[in-house]
C-alpha cells in the first residue's frame, strides 16, 4: 500500500467509546414514546457502525418508517440535551497521536451518526482544528462509500486511507476502493483490511514513519 495522502477516521469504537451515553438517550426516548423495548450496551455495540435504518428495524422490528423516525429524533433530542454531561471513554494515544498526525497528513471524519455528532465528538475533545472536513450519514442520508468519495472530491484528495473498526466500514471502504485500516480495539470484526493495528498509538507510528 503506497503512502496515502490523508486519513479519514470513524468516530465510535474508533476515537472513542460513548455507548453508555447511546443507552441513556435511546432508553429515554423509548421511554418517552410509550416503547416497551429496551435496549442494553451490548446491543449497541453489536450495531455501532451500521446506519441509522438498519438500527431502527433492529431495536424496534415491524414499525412503521414514520415512527421509526419520530424515535429516532427523539434520540437525537435527548442526546443534544445530554452532551453537557457526557462521559466518554477517548481511547489511548487520541489526544497526542491525532495532533501529532495532523503536522503530516490533512485529517478527516467519516461517520454514520445523526447530523451534528461529529461536531458534538470534536466540540468535546476540542479537536476541531485538526480536522480538515467531516462527514456525517445524517446530512444527506448516503451511505460511508458514496460519503468517502465526496471527501475526496471536494477536498482534492486522491490517495486516502479509512480508519475503523467494523466489517460493515471495510466493506464500505471497499466499494470506494479506499483502503481500509482495522483497528482491533474497537466495536467490530473484519478479515478484510489492508493494515490492522491493536492500539492508536501503534496507528500513529506506523504513519509518522512513512
Given at each position: ?13 474508533t ?6 451515553s ?22 449497541l ?24 423516525d ?19 471513554t ?7 497521536g ?27 475533545t ?11 450519514h ?70 509518522m514513519g512513512?
Amino acid at each position: 500500500m503506497i503512502k496515502p495522502d490523508s486519513l479519514i477516521f470513524d468516530m465510535d469504537g474508533t476515537l472513542w467509546d460513548n455507548v453508555n451515553s447511546y443507552e441513556i438517550v435511546w432508553n429515554r426516548a423509548l421511554e418517552i414514546l410509550g416503547y416497551d423495548t429496551r435496549v442494553t450496551r451490548e446491543v449497541l455495540i453489536g450495531l455501532m457502525g451500521k446506519e441509522p435504518r438498519a438500527l431502527l428495524n433492529t431495536i424496534i422490528p415491524g414499525v412503521s418508517i414514520e415512527n421509526q423516525d419520530v424515535l429516532f429524533d427523539e434520540v437525537i433530542d435527548q442526546y443534544q440535551k445530554l452532551v453537557p454531561d457526557i462521559k466518554p471513554t477517548i481511547y489511548d494515544g487520541v489526544y497526542d497521536g491525532l495532533e501529532m498526525l495532523a503536522t503530516k497528513y490533512p485529517l478527516f471524519l467519516l461517520s454514520n451518526c445523526e447530523e451534528g455528532g461529529l461536531v458534538n465528538f470534536m466540540n468535546h475533545t476540542k479537536t476541531t482544528h485538526l480536522f480538515k472536513d467531516y462527514m456525517e450519514h445524517g446530512q444527506n442520508s448516503q451511505p460511508k462509500s458514496f460519503n468517502l468519495q465526496l471527501l475526496q472530491d471536494r477536498n482534492n484528495i486522491s490517495n486516502p486511507v479509512y480508519v475503523g473498526d467494523t466489517d460493515s466500514d471495510s466493506r464500505e471502504s471497499h466499494k470506494a476502493n479506499v483502503p481500509f485500516v482495522f483497528m482491533t480495539y474497537g466495536f467490530g470484526d473484519t478479515d478484510k483490511y489492508q493494515l490492522k493495528f491493536d492500539s492508536f498509538n501503534d496507528m500513529v507510528e506506523h504513519y509518522m514513519g512513512l
